[in-house]
């Protein structure tokens, strides 16, 4: 988990995030209560991390945050809900809103922010365990897509959003086919065939989807038969 510190800039350590973040400030109303909120929450990603997801229980969340089991139940029924909430809250944190010279630089940039994050976080390793058991459980099923997919697909639109108010892209350009061009091939690897994800295949996706749509502005519309 990312530390509640107030707005100031920091490289986070490689174990999580090898990029420089704006840590969001929470304030610090709820005292140990909140202290304790959060060390729940990163010993959820550590042993996740060390163990795997059936090597994570209540029992030894508590041991490592230094709490009683009663104060996890305050706030989560399972160890589901807690990697939830802790990715959720690393995900929002991680990717930062980059506002780039061009369309091009600025996907780059976010699709190796995504391989980084899926691949070489705590954040990511508890991404890939809960997509896992989403395949047999649809109450995680369903959580994964409110909690991660969805908030990931508006995160994944930005670039495409400020191309658009800077007058780059037509408005009425599908996004969403697009983004699937994009990111599909991203996920395709991390948790279907297991391939590295570097820079050089992010880019190359970007690459060629920004060739195959200069293609498509270069030719006239054609009509589609009634």
């Known amino acids: 988990m990312i530390s509640t510190l107030d707005a100031t800039l920091r490289l ?44 994570v229980t209540i029992e030894g969340i508590a041991a490592r945050a230094g709490v009683a089991k009663q104060t ?12 939830f909430d802790a990715l959720a809250e690393d995900a929002a944190a991680y990717f930062t809103a980059y506002d780039g010279d061009d369309f ?29 058991q989403a395949q047999h459980d649809p109450g995680v099923a ?3 897509r409110a909690d991660f997919v969805t908030p990931q697909r508006d995160r ?34 991390v948790l279907i065939t297991g391939q590295p994800v570097p820079p050089e295949f992010t880019d190359a996706l970007v690459d060629q989807y920004l ?3 200069a293609r498509l502005k270069a030719l006239p519309r054609l009509s589609h038969p009634a």
Do not use: M
Not at 72 to 83: A, C, P, Q
Not at 105 to 113: A, D, G, I, K, T
């Open 12 to 55: 986070v350590n490689s174990r999580r995030y090898a990029v420089v973040v704006i840590a969001r400030h929470h304030g610090n109303r709820h005292g140990r209560s909140e202290e304790a909120r959060t060390a729940i929450l990163e010993a959820a990603d550590d042993l996740l991390v060390e163990r795997g997801f059936a090597g």
């Open 72 to 83: 996890i139940y305050r706030w989560w029924t399972s160890k589901t809900d807690i990697l």
């Open 104 to 132: 091009g630089s600025e996907l780059r940039r976010h699709l190796r922010q995504l391989a980084v994050f899926l691949t070489d976080t705590d954040a990511g390793a508890v991404c890939r365990a809960l997509a896992g």
């Open 142 to 144: 369903a959580r994964f």
């Open 156 to 189: 994944d639109r930005a670039p495409f959003r400020r191309a658009q108010g800077r007058g780059e892209l037509p408005d009425d350009i599908d996004v969403d086919v697009a983004l699937d061009q994009l990111v599909g091939p991203v996920y395709y690897r």
């Open 211 to 213: 060739s195959h749509a």
